[in-house]
């Protein structure tokens, strides 16, 4: 094998293409890598944040959803409390009603009563009148004997 001149020549050219290479183009290439291992770095990192916080965020669900389920039930509770004593005064009103008007009822039946009483006690008052003129075959004075009536409708 025979070493010449133009083997130093490339050996020359190759260590200033190394040199050249080194120099101006690695640099370049080696910044866009770093850059671009940040990058990948940084979306990683944001990616496994953005996970935690939607684990975090899925567990404030969870939990604001037993919460607004508790105070659902809390709230149902006190809407059938409310309904029952709703109906329990119902019931109470309407028995209070009901008693009034069965108090009324029997105010106007004893009323009624003593008119039916008074008016019978009339009706007899004169037919004992209209007996008494048939039987004696005149006729009797009212004005004159009222009170002989009057104690007759007592009386009965």
């Known amino acids: 094998m025979n070493i010449n ?7 020359i050219t190759f260590g200033v293409f190394v040199w ?18 940040t990058r990948i770095a940084d979306g990683l990192a944001a990616a496994e944040r953005g996970k935690r916080e939607q684990e975090l965020a899925e567990k ?16 149902i509770a006190r809407a059938e409390k409310r309904a029952g004593e709703i109906v329990d005064e119902a019931k109470s009103d309407a028995k209070v009603e009901g008693d009034r008007l069965v108090v ?8 009624q009563v003593n008119r039916a009483k008074e008016q019978l006690r009339t009706q007899v008052a004169t037919l004992a009148v209209a007996g008494a003129e048939r ?5 009797i004075d009212v004005g004159a004997h009222n009170d002989v009536l009057d104690e007759l409708v007592n009386q009965i």
């Open 135 to 139: 039987v004696l075959k005149r006729e």
């Open 60 to 75: 404030r669900a969870g939990e604001l959803l037993h919460e607004a389920k508790g105070k659902a039930a809390e709230v």
């Open 5 to 11: 001149l133009t083997l130093f020549a490339q050996m």
């Open 20 to 37: 050249f290479c080194m120099k101006f183009v690695w640099p370049p290439i080696m910044h866009a890598l770093e850059e671009r291992k």
């Open 104 to 111: 009324a009822a029997q105010a106007e039946i004893e009323q």
